[in-house]
């Protein structure tokens, strides 16, 4: 089992930055993939970012260049540093990981708004 809690989201101008983290615990011995997903009001779940256990990223298109995602497999944590804020860039993010099976945190609010 693995209990992921997101943190660092927030309401943010246009062209601001924020710092997503997450935070995995549990019983597990490996996660492998670890990554992010987003969710806009009326707009299906889809892929930011993700993150292998050797620390290969895979972005997706609409991302590439402003996000960039890190994980640190001794704390079992994973990041997302977002750049270059976006209006469309709104939405429910979730956190992410693969041990077994796939996990998903509660989410946490980025709001991009002047």
């Known amino acids: 089992q693995v209990q992921l809690m997101e943190s660092g989201g927030g309401l943010v101008q246009p062209g601001g930055s924020l710092r997503l983290s997450c935070s995995a615990s549990?019983?597990?011995?490996?996660?492998?993939?670890m990554g992010w997903f987003r969710q806009a009001p009326g707009k299906q779940r889809e892929l930011v970012a993700t993150?292998?256990?050797?620390?290969?990223?895979n972005y997706a298109d609409s991302v590439e260049g402003r996000f960039t995602i890190s994980r640190d497999n001794a704390k079992n944590t994973v990041s997302l540093q977002i750049n270059s804020l976006k209006p469309e860039d709104t939405a429910v993010y979730y956190c992410?990981?693969?041990?077994?099976?796939?996990?998903w945190g509660q989410g946490t609010q980025v709001t991009v708004s002047s």
């Open positions: 992410y990981a693969e041990s077994g099976r796939a996990y």
């Open positions: 993150i292998s256990r050797f620390s290969v990223p």
């Open positions: 549990g019983s597990f011995r490996y996660i492998n993939n």
